[in-house]
Structures are given as C-alpha cells and as structure tokens.
C-alpha cells in the first residue's frame, strides 16, 4: 500500500487531514451562523474523503465527496437559505447553563472511554490480510470490485430495499414541504366543522 | 493507522454529541447528526482494512439511509417552521402536554 513506499509523507499527511477534519468539527459546532456552520462541515467531509482514500477505500471517499458533500450539504444549505435564517434572534442558540453542563458531562463521559479504549490493549498492529490486499495491488478486481461483490451477493436483499427508502424519502419529502393549496386547505377546515 | 483513525472517529463522535445537546437550532442539529454519522463511517473505512471491504459496503449504506434522513428531516424542519415560524428547539414544543 501507499504508506510502503513514503512511511513519513503518509503519516504526516494522515495527521495533516486528521487535524483538519478534528479543528474544522470543533470550529463547526462553535459557530452561530448556520451557513458558515454548514461550510465548516463540508471541510470536515473533505478531510474525512482524504482520509478515506489514504486509508485504502478510494470509491468510498469518492463517494463522500459526491455524496455528503456535494449533495447532502448542498440540501442543507438549500434549507437554511429557504427558510432565511439570519436574523439576530436565531442566531444565539447555544443552550443555557443546563444544557452546557449537560454537554460537558457526556463530553468528560466520551473522552474517558476514548481513553480507557487508548489504554486497553486492542491490537492496533495493523495486518492487512493477504488475498484481498493481493488483489487490489495487482488490479484484478479494481477498486470497486471488493466493494461491489458483497454489495450484490450477500447484501443484495438489503442493496434493494435501500431503493425502495431511497423511494419513500423522496415522496415523503415532497409531501411534508408541499406548500398546502387553498383549495385542500378550505376543505380541511370544513372537514374539522 | 487504524488507532489514530478509531480515535479520530471517537473525537469526532463525542464533537457531534456535544453539538447535538447545546445547540437549539434544529437545523445545526440535523448536522451535528450528519457529522456522528460521518464519525461512524470512518471507524467502518478503518476496520474494514482489517476485516475486509465488508465495512465499505456498510458506509454505502450508511449514506444512503443519511441522504434520506437528510431529505425527510429538512421537510419537517420546513414544515414545522412554516406553523411555528422559527427552527429554535425551544418553540418546537406543542408534544411536551
């Protein structure tokens, strides 16, 4: 893999995309504004799609550029600009004293996992198992191929029900933002009589 | 890599959580949600280097289900802000009795 040939440029790029993704989440969840709020998450995207494809899994960092990133926060952006959320009464919305606590609780709560889990002796030697590593270095299945094959052998039922959500979610969303004509509103109101 | 990569997604977990509880704008909400699961996804890219591209298949899925929770949530965020005029939490409380 890469990281054979330029040990010290991978890592140090490892971290570089790392540090990214770690300061750009913090800045995000810091701001007031939602839209430089959304933007700041798009850099968090990238960085995770960077550090996908250093990791091995090009498609999928592929993927969380076109799909998270492009798609996904483009529709929020869409949203926040729909709504018009900028004036000063909405801007201020970090919760109160005891949301703050709160927060800080399960933040303490999550960092002492993080280092209970440091601290356990998981076995962080990475070993790459032999035959699929082979087969991705010597191009015979490409790099969907890995992907692909399981995706539609054994998660094939799984593969086709995500079209059907994929269904319902797209007329689910159509009929809670359809703006309600007079006419079905009107009859509504006398249904209620 | 994988320690610094599952470490990483942790950090990254525990910042969605905490965005999740201390803000009151559904909208920054909704995002914090997409950046736990974008926290998950990359423990899932990281192991699945170990364990085989079994893990990658999931964060296909993952995406797929967080585009469409994206798309419904964000349709009742408009709707709810076209009776309430407001995305703040705190005026998003007619279930509260």
Known sequence: MENEFYPLFYQFNFYLFGLIALVSAIVFVTRKSPVAAALWLVMVMFALAALYVMLGAEFVGMMQVLVYAGAIMVVFLFVVMLLNLGHPSELNDIRGKWGRIAAGLVGLALVAELLALGRSSVNTNLVLPAAPAGDVAQGTAGIIGPIAGPLFKEYLLAFELTSVLLLVAIIGAVVLAKKRSAVAVDTETRHAR | ?97
Request: charge should be positive.
């Open chain 2, 1 to 97: 890599m994988l320690a610094e990569s599952l470490t990483l997604s942790a950090a990254l977990f525990t910042i969605g959580v905490i965005g999740v509880l201390t803000r009151r704008n559904a909208i920054i909400v909704f995002m914090c949600v997409e950046l736990m699961l974008n926290a998950v996804n990359l423990s899932f890219v990281a192991l699945s280097r170990l364990y085989g591209a079994t893990g990658q298949v999931f964060v296909i899925f993952v995406m797929t289900v967080a585009a469409a929770e994206a798309a419904v949530g964000l349709a009742i965020i408009i709707s709810i802000f076209r009776h309430k005029k407001s995305v703040n939490l705190q005026d998003i409380n007619i279930l509260r009795g």
